[in-house]
């Protein structure tokens, strides 16, 4: 007898119910629902396939589940409603955004662990795909990560949901009839359901055995799942009658089997051998397992991140990647038994079971001597143990006096060796805090001179417009250097505001002999800099650069302000280059100063600090532009083992 697929809800065999009524004309039930965004009863909604064996599951207790199911929807869908998840075409434009993932904890999938840290095949992948998005499109990808109720309840969200950044995580295996719903990715993993007995069931040798068997036995299973689905198989195909009893998670479904002789249920391979490795003791009958197209991610219908997953998990790494995931959460011997590409036609019942049963025997093994090595120990540790206390009581008498005089002279010199270390700390912050501060202070005196030469000449030319721009901007740039000159740190933005001072007092000095341009996107207005440490790199391009040819060709100074490897980066270049180096030398030996008042600046702010700033700068070729780039880290004074000095 063949199943109708049933449509998946949050909370139980279909879509949420509150009552249940049959049609005279017609076997298949028709069901009331409860909108999820309104919480009014749809009476639109259908079960398609409800076959009349089911029916003595829709029971009174049933129904109350199924009311439950719906007020806790309810409660829910608000929250839901204010999940913010953004399409690749968003994410792919602006190079950043968000999706989320809901989850339901099952180990070794997706859990949490103690630390309250989540961890599992399918998280890491996840983490994988955040990589792979980061790697090969420069997209910085966020993942939140939300934890969503049960099985069936998270694709009942993926299904109606209107956001397409939205992805669903929870073992979920891949169905024709699921497909008609949402969007799967490529398979990660093979979708293997073993059949599991109680321990002390025999060995079944043929299908018929077992269902031999049925009539004294009670399947247990979970709603809404594969293993449902192969429980109702045997139920349709060999016995009807089928007690079938409903638990919530597969870890309870196989202690219960465990302690019930007369229970039995499907589970997938992977937990099954978890399950073995945990010490619970079931028994995996070599018959009537099944096999489907795998695990997946699951996407709302109209996702335009499908294409994307199902790129990377056929890229050529994912194999490797997936391999590893497999192996770090059920070993090496596992990742080779139950890794194997989703098109591979072996199941349990053949070569790999027999590496399965060989499997198994070496967990067993392993466990009793675990067990045996275990209580050893414990019988040693008793003894030592009672050795040990006899020893130490004789001992600490006698170490007793000793040792309270040896603690009230160790605190007494630990006291007196923090307080020292305390003040040379803080003289060397003053020491370095009050060097920066001097380095950073000094203008350069030849800049000075030409300003106030520059002045005298446009007011001999009786230039009053210039004149007075001149001073007012010489004015402000002086103004800035005195307030920032006492900071520990400036913002980017600031820094912008000093060059475009500077380099406007040059501008007006030099006229056709200079153009300038500073880019500063709007992501680096707020980073911290030191004061006035652009400064240096553009005096060199001017003055080591432009100025040192005799040539009247127009030199250009462009800065770029950018985020770059967690820190920020100023790239100054400029050109053209002749490669005729005979301008003026008190031009190159202002330069000089410059640079190794810099330096100075440099090497103390980097001395001791793990996340250094560094300067790459150098001689321009001929015919080609030279270039200074500054990389100073995020946050300035961030993990280095030097302190911030205080200001």
Known sequence: MS?????????????????????????????????????????????VGFSPFLQPMVTSRFSIRLVISAITLCMMSSACAQVHTDSWETVRNRGKGTVTALYDEIEPFIYTTRENRLAGVEFEIMQAFRAYVAGRY?????????????????????????????????????????????????????????????????MYATAQEFTSRLPQMTALSQHNTTMQEDILKLKAGFFPALPLRYLSQDYEILKEIEQDPKTFGY?????????????????????????????????????????????????????????????????????DLVFVPATTDRGVDGTTGVELLSLEKEIVVQRLMDSAVQLQQHRSSQKIVMVALAALVIVTGVLYNRYRVKQRLSK????????????????????????????????????????????????????????????????????????????????????????????????????????????????????????????TPVEEALYKGILSTRTMNDGFINVHFEKKDGGIEIVVSHGPDTGEHNGPASNRQFAETSIDMLQQRLNLFNKGRNDKIRWEHGKPSAGDSGTSILWIPQPLFGTGSAKQPNA
Not at 166 to 193: C, H, Q
Request: hydrophobic share 40%.
């Open 412 to 535: 007494s010199l630990a006291q007196q060796n923090e307080q020292i270390l305390r003040q040379h700390e803080q003289i060397a912050e003053m020491n370095q805090l009050l060097q920066l501060k001097i380095l950073q202070t000094r203008l350069n005196p030849h800049f000075l001179f030409n300003s106030l030469n520059a002045i005298q000449y446009f007011i001999i030319g009786d230039n009053k417009t210039v004149t007075l721009q001149y001073i007012s901007r010489f004015a402000s740039f002086l103004r800035k250097v005195i307030r920032f000159g006492d900071e520990t740190h400036i913002t980017a933005l600031q820094e912008k505001e000093i060059l475009e001072d500077y380099l406007w007092l040059e501008k007006c000095r030099f006229q056709d002999r200079l153009k300038y341009q500073i880019i500063m996107p709007e992501n680096v207005h707020e980073a911290n800099v030191l004061p006035l440490i652009s400064l």
């Open 138 to 202: 420069k997209i910085e990808l966020t993942i939140d990560w939300v934890k969503a109720g049960a099985f069936d309840s998270i694709m009942y969200k993926i299904r109606e949901a209107k956001q397409p950044g939205l992805f669903g995580w929870a073992y979920y295996s891949i169905t024709p009839a699921r497909k008609r719903e949402v969007s799967f990715s490529l398979p990660y993993m093979p979708d293997i359901n073993v059949l599991v007995t109680n321990n002390g069931e025999p």
């Open 267 to 335: 589970v997938p391979l992977s937990i099954y051998i978890v399950a073995l490795q945990k010490g619970i003791r079931v028994k995996r009958q070599s018959v009537l397992s099944s096999k489907r197209e795998g695990f997946a991610a699951m996407m709302p219908p109209a996702s335009d991140w499908k294409p994307l997953m199902d790129e990377f998990i056929s890229s050529d790494s994912f194999p490797a990647i997936a391999a590893g995931i497999v192996a770090k959460y059920l070993g090496s011997q596992v990742r």
């Open 3 to 47: 199943l109708l697929p049933l449509p998946n809800g949050p909370n139980g065999l279909a879509s949420t119910r509150l009552t249940l009524r049959r049609s005279p004309l017609n076997p298949i039930q028709t069901v009331q629902s409860v909108n999820p965004n309104t919480c009014f009863v749809n009476p639109k909604a259908r079960i």
